[in-house]
C-alpha cells in the first residue's frame, strides 16, 4: 500500500478538539502524522484538500441490515457501500435478523462478511435474548468471545423487568452492556403514529408518548440495583430525556443515542399517510423534537446513530397503519447531522464528536479519532457543498427515506478505510 497525503485540508479532531489546516500522512494504514510542517514522502499519494474538511471516520452506533434472511432489503454489501457514501467506517448491526445472532457461528458470519467488504467494520450486536423472543437470556459469553459488541434485542423491547434485570448483571458480568428499544410494549401494541391530534384527525393508532418515558423510567431503576449498564436506542421524547440526564447526574451506568429524524423531522412529516415517515419510535410532537435538540446541546445524548432500517417497495406501499416501520438512514447521517450545525443549534466539533469519538468510546473502539497511530479511517467533507436526498437515488439497495426531498449541505466527496480509498 503506498504512503498518503491529504494535503492543505481542515484538519478536525473532536476527541482532542484539534480544529487546524495542514497536512495528513497515512502510512500502512494508519496516521503517521498531521498537521503543518511534515515531510511529504517521495512516492506517495497525494490527495488535495485545499477548502474541504478531513475528519475521522463515522462509528454508526445501530443499524438493521437484512442479511442473514431479508436480502432482498440489504445485503452486507449493499450496506457497506451506503456507509462508505455516507463516511461510516465503523458500524453496529442489530441482531434481530433471521435467524437472530443468538449463535456464536452467526456473529462470527457477520464479523467475517463485513471484513470481506473492505470497506467497513462490522460489529454485530449479540441478542439479548434466545431468539430476540425476551423470554430466556442467550449465552452472553460464547457470544462476546466470538465478537459481539454488546447485547440487544434489537427492535423489540425487552419487556419483562425480571429477564432485563438479568440481563444487565450478565452482560456487566461480561464487562459489556444491554442495548434497549425503550418502547413499553404493550402499550405501544398495534400503534401507527404518536398518539395525539394528528393521529386522531389521520385515523391512525396511536402510541402514548408515555411509553418511551415509562421503559426508561423501570430500566433506571434495574440499573440501580444492578449496577449493570444500559443504554436507549433512539430516544425521542423530553420525558425520557429528562430521566435519564438526572440517571446520569446520579452517576448510574445510562446512556442513550437518538437519530437524525428525531432532531430533524416531528410528527407533520407523515402528512398524508407518508409511510415512508412511519418509524420506530414515530415522529414525535414539535415540542420533543426541540428536546432532543437541546439534550444534544447539552451532552444528555451520547451519539447520533443512523438507526438505519431497510424496507422494501412492498413494505411501504401499504396504508399507512399496515405499512412496515423504518427508515434508510447510512447516507443521510452525516448531511442531517450537519444541519444542526449550519442552522447554529451545534457547533462542528460536538457534532462531530456524536458521530465519531463519542460512540467510539462507548464501545471501547480505537476508533472515530484523528490521532498518530490511529486507523487511517478518513472522510473527506465539503462542508458547504449542497446536495438533495432523493428517493431511488441512494446507494445502497434501501430507499425508503423519510428524508426523501430534503435539501441539505455537506457533501463527502472521499472515504478511506485503512487508508484505502472506499469511496470518492
Same mark, same amino acid.
Given at each position: 500500500?503506498?504512503?498518503? @497525503?491529504?494535503?492543505?485540508?481542515?484538519?478536525?479532531?473532536?476527541?482532542?478538539?484539534?480544529?487546524?489546516?495542514?497536512?495528513?500522512?497515512?502510512?500502512?494504514?494508519?496516521?503517521?502524522?498531521?498537521?503543518?510542517?511534515?515531510?511529504?514522502?517521495?512516492?506517495?499519494?497525494? @490527495?488535495?484538500?485545499?477548502?474541504?474538511?478531513?475528519?475521522?471516520?463515522?462509528?454508526?452506533? +445501530?443499524?438493521?441490515?437484512?442479511?442473514?434472511?431479508?436480502?432482498? #432489503?440489504? &445485503?452486507?454489501?449493499?450496506?457497506?457501500?451506503?456507509?462508505?457514501?455516507?463516511?461510516?467506517?465503523?458500524?453496529?448491526?442489530?441482531?434481530?435478523?433471521?435467524?437472530?445472532?443468538?449463535?456464536?457461528?452467526?456473529?462470527?458470519? /457477520?464479523?467475517?462478511?463485513?471484513? =470481506?467488504?473492505?470497506?467497513?467494520?462490522?460489529?454485530?450486536?449479540?441478542?439479548?435474548?434466545?431468539?430476540?423472543?425476551?423470554?430466556?437470556?442467550?449465552?452472553?459469553?460464547?457470544?462476546?468471545?466470538? %465478537?459481539? $459488541? =454488546?447485547?440487544?434485542?434489537?427492535?423489540?423491547?425487552?419487556?419483562?423487568?425480571?429477564?432485563?434485570?438479568?440481563?444487565?448483571?450478565?452482560? #456487566?458480568?461480561?464487562?459489556? *452492556?444491554?442495548?434497549?428499544?425503550?418502547?413499553?410494549?404493550?402499550?405501544?401494541?398495534?400503534?401507527?403514529? &404518536?398518539? %395525539?391530534?394528528?393521529?386522531?384527525?389521520?385515523?391512525?393508532?396511536?402510541?402514548?408518548?408515555?411509553?418511551?418515558?415509562?421503559?426508561?423510567?423501570?430500566?433506571?431503576?434495574?440499573?440501580?440495583?444492578?449496577?449493570?449498564?444500559?443504554?436507549? !436506542?433512539?430516544?425521542?421524547?423530553?420525558?425520557?430525556? !429528562?430521566? $435519564? #440526564?438526572? =440517571?446520569?447526574?446520579?452517576?448510574?451506568? /445510562?446512556?442513550?443515542?437518538?437519530?437524525?429524524?428525531?432532531?430533524?423531522?416531528?410528527?407533520?412529516? $407523515?402528512?398524508?399517510?407518508?409511510?415512508?415517515?412511519?418509524?420506530?419510535?414515530?415522529?414525535?410532537?414539535?415540542?420533543?423534537?426541540?428536546?432532543?435538540?437541546?439534550?444534544?446541546?447539552?451532552?444528555?445524548?451520547?451519539?447520533?446513530?443512523?438507526?438505519?432500517?431497510?424496507?422494501?417497495?412492498?413494505?411501504?406501499?401499504?396504508? *399507512?397503519?399496515?405499512?412496515?416501520?423504518?427508515? !434508510?438512514?447510512?447516507?443521510?447521517?452525516? %448531511?442531517?447531522?450537519?444541519?444542526?450545525?449550519?442552522?447554529?443549534?451545534?457547533?462542528?466539533?460536538?457534532?462531530?464528536?456524536?458521530?465519531? =469519538?463519542?460512540?467510539?468510546?462507548?464501545?471501547?473502539?480505537? !476508533?472515530?479519532?484523528?490521532?498518530?497511530?490511529?486507523?487511517?479511517?478518513? @472522510?473527506?467533507?465539503?462542508?458547504?457543498?449542497?446536495?438533495?436526498?432523493?428517493?431511488?437515488?441512494?446507494?445502497?439497495?434501501?430507499?425508503?427515506?423519510?428524508?426523501?426531498?430534503?435539501?441539505?449541505?455537506?457533501? @463527502?466527496?472521499?472515504?478511506?478505510?485503512?487508508?484505502? +480509498?472506499?469511496?470518492?
Amino acid at each position: 500500500m503506498r504512503d498518503l @497525503v491529504i494535503a492543505g485540508a481542515r484538519l478536525l479532531d473532536p476527541a482532542s478538539g484539534l480544529d487546524t489546516v495542514g497536512d495528513l500522512l497515512v502510512c500502512e494504514g494508519r496516521i503517521e502524522d498531521l498537521g503543518s510542517g511534515q515531510g511529504r514522502p517521495e512516492g506517495a499519494a497525494l @490527495v488535495e484538500g485545499a477548502g474541504l474538511c478531513l475528519l475521522p471516520g463515522l462509528v454508526d452506533l +445501530r443499524a438493521d441490515i437484512g442479511e442473514p434472511g431479508h436480502e432482498h #432489503r440489504e &445485503t452486507i454489501a449493499s450496506a457497506a457501500a451506503a456507509a462508505a457514501a455516507g463516511g461510516i467506517t465503523t458500524l453496529c448491526a442489530l441482531p434481530d435478523t433471521d435467524p437472530p445472532l443468538d449463535d456464536p457461528a452467526l456473529v462470527q458470519f /457477520v464479523l467475517r462478511r463485513g471484513e =470481506a467488504t473492505g470497506s467497513l467494520t462490522l460489529l454485530p450486536y449479540g441478542a439479548a435474548t434466545k431468539r430476540c423472543e425476551g423470554r430466556e437470556l442467550a449465552e452472553y459469553g460464547l457470544l462476546k468471545e466470538a %465478537g459481539a $459488541i =454488546a447485547f440487544t434485542d434489537g427492535r423489540r423491547a425487552i419487556a419483562g423487568a425480571r429477564t432485563m434485570r438479568l440481563a444487565l448483571s450478565y452482560a #456487566r458480568a461480561f464487562g459489556s *452492556f444491554v442495548v434497549q428499544h425503550p418502547e413499553e410494549p404493550s402499550l405501544a401494541a398495534g400503534g401507527a403514529a &404518536t398518539e %395525539g391530534e394528528l393521529a386522531t384527525r389521520l385515523g391512525l393508532p396511536g402510541i402514548p408518548l408515555a411509553a418511551e418515558a415509562m421503559m426508561v423510567a423501570r430500566d433506571i431503576a434495574l440499573a440501580r440495583i444492578t449496577g449493570g449498564h444500559v443504554h436507549f !436506542a433512539h430516544v425521542s421524547t423530553g420525558a425520557a430525556l !429528562a430521566l $435519564i #440526564r438526572a =440517571a446520569k447526574a446520579e452517576g448510574l451506568a /445510562v446512556t442513550c443515542d437518538t437519530a437524525p429524524p428525531y432532531f430533524d423531522l416531528n410528527e407533520t412529516a $407523515i402528512g398524508d399517510w407518508r409511510t415512508y415517515a412511519k418509524l420506530s419510535p414515530p415522529l414525535r410532537p414539535e415540542a420533543d423534537r426541540q428536546a432532543v435538540v437541546a439534550a444534544l446541546a447539552d451532552g444528555t445524548i451520547d451519539a447520533i446513530a443512523s438507526d438505519h432500517q431497510p424496507r422494501d417497495a412492498d413494505d411501504k406501499r401499504l396504508p *399507512f397503519a399496515q405499512a412496515e416501520a423504518g427508515g !434508510a438512514g447510512l447516507a443521510t447521517l452525516l %448531511g442531517v447531522t450537519l444541519a444542526q450545525v449550519h442552522g447554529g443549534q451545534l457547533g462542528l466539533l460536538a457534532a462531530l464528536d456524536l458521530l465519531t =469519538a463519542r460512540p467510539a468510546r462507548l464501545l471501547g473502539l480505537p !476508533a472515530g479519532r484523528l490521532a498518530k497511530g490511529a486507523p487511517a479511517d478518513l @472522510v473527506l467533507l465539503d462542508l458547504e457543498r449542497g446536495w438533495q436526498v432523493k428517493d431511488g437515488q441512494l446507494p445502497g439497495k434501501a430507499q425508503n427515506t423519510p428524508f426523501d426531498g430534503r435539501a441539505l449541505e455537506g457533501r @463527502v466527496l472521499g472515504t478511506w478505510k485503512a487508508g484505502r +480509498r472506499v469511496f470518492g
